[in-house]
C-alpha cells in the first residue's frame, strides 16, 4: 500500500507567512521614514546686525523671521564679565511697536557701564521658543 501525502495545506501556510513578511517590512520602511522627520521647530532665519555705538552695544533686526522679545543675549566683555539679558527689556522704544516681537527695524540697546575700547566683546542670541542659537560673534576683537 502507497503513503500518499497531501500537500495542501503547506502552500496556504507559505502563503501566510509570505504576506505577513511583506506586512513587516512595509511597516518597518513607513516606520523608519516617519520617525526620521525632525519634530523640532527649525530655528528662524533672521539677520542681526550688531555694533558699538557710544559705549553702548546696539542689535538690530535688519530682515528675516521675526522673535519673541524674550530672547535670552549673552554678552562676553572680554572674557571677564558675562551678563545675560532679556530682548524686551532693553529694547528702544523709539524704534519698537506695541507687539511682543523683535521685528525688523527694532533694535536693542544695552549700556554695560564698561568702557569698551580695546576689550573684546561676544555676543549669543538665543531664541527662546525655538531654543538654538540666532546670532552668535565678536562685535569688537579687542586688544591682547
Request: overall charge negative; aromatic content about 6%.
Amino acid at each position: 500500500m502507497k503513503n500518499k501525502r497531501r500537500n495542501q495545506a503547506v502552500s496556504e501556510i507559505v502563503g501566510v507567512t509570505i504576506l505577513l513578511g511583506i506586512s513587516i517590512s512595509l511597516f518597518s520602511c513607513v516606520q523608519l521614514i516617519v520617525y526620521s522627520y525632525p519634530f523640532e521647530p527649525s530655528p528662524p532665519s533672521l539677520n542681526l546686525v550688531a555694533s558699538i555705538d557710544n559705549e553702548n552695544i546696539l542689535i538690530e533686526h535688519h530682515g528675516g523671521e521675526r522673535i519673541s522679545l524674550d530672547a535670552k543675549i549673552r554678552i562676553n566683555i572680554q572674557e571677564l564679565n558675562q551678563i545675560s539679558i532679556i530682548a524686551k527689556n532693553y529694547l528702544n522704544h523709539h524704534s519698537a511697536d506695541d507687539d511682543e516681537f523683535w521685528e525688523i527695524g527694532e533694535v536693542v540697546v544695552y549700556d554695560p557701564n564698561v568702557e569698551l575700547s580695546g576689550l573684546r566683546v561676544e555676543i549669543t542670541i538665543i531664541d527662546k521658543e525655538t531654543n538654538s542659537v540666532v546670532m552668535t560673534g565678536i562685535i569688537q576683537g579687542g586688544n591682547n
